[in-house]
């Protein structure tokens, strides 16, 4: 059975840090696109980040344009992506879910076969 496990969200001021890690287990990611989308009171879920993993490498990463600067994406290995967030602002106060796909590239919501149970992030002003 496919899991996706979230880990680092919390409570952060503005200005501050945090850095989220997705674990996968029940099958192998290598070739696959993990990453993250967000969720806001309200709004649509939207993307955020997504690298694939190939080789032993990543082969691609893609970053939502909007957060280019103070977002980034790293693949530890096949099973686990991270992804640093810093100089957080409240507007990116969300829930934050893990996401994997098949495809060459993920940044569409249908482009994810499997998602995490998402972890709070919450940025105080």
């Known amino acids: 059975q496919v899991q996706l496990v979230e880990s680092g969200g919390g409570l952060v001021q503005a200005g501050g840090s945090l850095r989220l890690s997705c674990a996968a287990s029940?099958?192998?990611?290598?070739?696959?696109?993990m990453g993250w989308f967000r969720q806001a009171p309200g709004k649509e879920r939207e993307f955020v980040a997504s690298?694939?993993?190939?080789?032993?490498?990543?082969?691609?990463a893609d970053l939502a344009d909007s957060l280019k600067g103070r977002f980034t994406i790293s693949r530890d290995n096949a099973n686990t992506v991270s992804m640093q967030m810093n100089s957080l602002k409240p507007e990116d106060t969300a829930v934050y879910y893990c996401?994997?796909?098949?495809?060459?590239?993920?940044?569409?919501?249908?482009?994810?076969?499997?998602w995490g149970q998402g972890t709070q992030v919450t940025v105080s002003s």
């Open positions: 690298v694939v993993w190939i080789g032993g490498s990543t082969y691609r």
């Open positions: 029940g099958r192998t990611f290598s070739r696959y696109a």
């Open positions: 996401a994997a796909g098949r495809g060459a590239t993920m940044t569409r919501k249908s482009d994810a076969d499997y």
